[in-house]
């Protein structure tokens, strides 16, 4: 048996901090002694361990924190992680996204360490963040100290070597994220009890879930929605997950001047998204960049069709069982239909609400999905081919081998 540990910056909904969850599960029931590490704990967390797994290395966020405090925070990560490291005897940590990762890469301890690359680095990097500064140096320098890189689709770890200045090629291995189908499918058929909620989940609901972030560009998807009820008047536009406050400003400000905010919805966190994600007639992502978005695979473990934009090449890998030639224009796959790419070459909060032509196809997409249940039959269909990549078992195992 191994002693594993967990590494995750936050408890949020996040795709990172549920494939750790979906992990310490499989792991504490295969045996294993187990301990799970939040940098930061808040009373909100959706994602949390048995109370005798879990530490955390401060309750307050960030956002809470004087300049001063937080720069004590990040120097003393480290010398923190070393210390349980040590004191729990670990012999496996896996760090899932770029902070821990660097943090783990600079304990110095002798247990086998394994890093998780989560998106697509290229565009993150463009941007000159505190974050951005210390993953580029971690991918010069101390990456070296890990024993394995895992990039959870090929277009990451093609994008590290040509375009992230990424040092340490032997370390790198393509492993796709695990998903326990059958937890997600027992899951999803959990009532909503919440009146004003089942009303939402017609026959014309799209839905969005993860974090309101400029990664994820929400505002496309806004704007495309817009779009969308000038022939589909009775569609709905559902957000579930928390935001950034720069993010959720710009969004409510760009609702009222499109006059659409009574077909909007704002459910925020919700502990258990699968019974939600079942009833939606698609699922819709206008990410800026991605890895292997762990949401497009739960849909299609629901047989709820995606509507995404490309961001990556590694969205293709997800809901296609074929290769693709990406063009200026939507693709209908198994899983659903892939739209052109919506960056521009610029990170962060837009300057204008002015419409591009790739919101244009998002909303024809958005709105063939509402329109027809072929999509639906086309995933039922391919679902099982789909998901046999993602196997828990096999990826929690391969992670540590």
């Known amino acids: 048996m191994k002693n594993i540990l967990l590494i995750i910056p936050y408890g949020g909904v996040g795709g990172m901090e549920r494939l750790a969850f979906s992990f310490y599960n499989f792991y504490k029931k295969e045996g294993h002694f187990i301990k799970a590490v939040k940098f930061i704990k808040l009373e909100n967390d959706i994602i949390n361990f ?3 797994d879990e530490l955390y290395f401060s309750d307050r966020d ?4 004087s300049k001063a405090e937080r720069l004590k925070f990040y120097i003393s990560v480290p010398y923190k992680l070393r210390k349980v490291i040590k004191k729990h005897k670990i012999t496996h940590s896996i760090a899932f996204g770029a902070m821990p990762n660097v943090y783990s890469s600079l304990t110095y301890t002798k247990d086998y360490k394994i890093a998780s690359i989560h998106a697509l680095k290229s565009v993150e990097l463009s941007n000159n963040s505190l974050l951005s500064k210390m993953t580029r140096f971690g991918y010069k320098y101390t990456y070296k100290n890990l024993d394995k890189v895992v990039c959870i689709s090929n277009a990451i770890k093609e994008d590290l070597i040509n375009k992230c200045d990424f040092k340490f090629i032997n370390k790198l291995k393509v492993i796709y994220n695990p998903h326990d189908v059958n937890e997600i499918q027992k899951r999803s058929v959990e009532d909503i009890t919440i009146p004003e909620e089942i009303e939402l989940f ?6 969005f879930i993860g974090r309101l972030s400029t990664q994820k560009s929400p505002w496309h998807l806004i704007k495309a929605f817009s779009l969308v009820l000038k022939n589909i008047p009775d ?3 559902i957000f579930i997950g928390d935001g950034d406050a720069g993010v959720l400003n710009h969004l409510e400000n760009l609702i009222d001047e499109l006059n659409i905010k009574e077909q909007i919805h704002f459910l925020g966190r919700k502990k258990n998204p699968y019974k939600y994600l079942v009833k939606a007639k698609t ?6 960049y991605e890895g292997t978005p762990n949401v497009i695979v739960e849909a299609m473990c629901l047989a709820t069709p995606i509507v995404s934009s490309c961001c990556t090449y590694g969205i293709v890998e997800l809901m296609s069982l074929n290769e ?3 063009k200026d224009e939507m693709i209908e796959v198994e899983a659903g239909i892939i739209t052109p790419n919506l960056y521009k070459d610029k990170l962060g909060i837009p300057e204008t609400n ?3 032509s790739e919101e244009h196809t998002l909303s024809e997409a958005i709105e063939l999905m509402l329109q027809s249940s072929k999509y639906k039959e086309n995933l039922e269909g391919n679902k099982n081919e789909l998901l046999m990549k993602f196997d828990l078992e096999k990826v929690a195992n391969e992670y540590l081998s």
């Open 50 to 52: 048995d109370k005798e």
């Open 62 to 65: 960030f956002s809470e924190m």
């Open 202 to 207: 017609d026959s014309k609901s799209i839905l």
């Open 235 to 237: 569609a709905k536009l």
């Open 283 to 288: 699922l819709a992502l206008a990410s800026h």
């Open 324 to 326: 693709h030639t990406v």
């Open 354 to 356: 002015d419409f591009i």
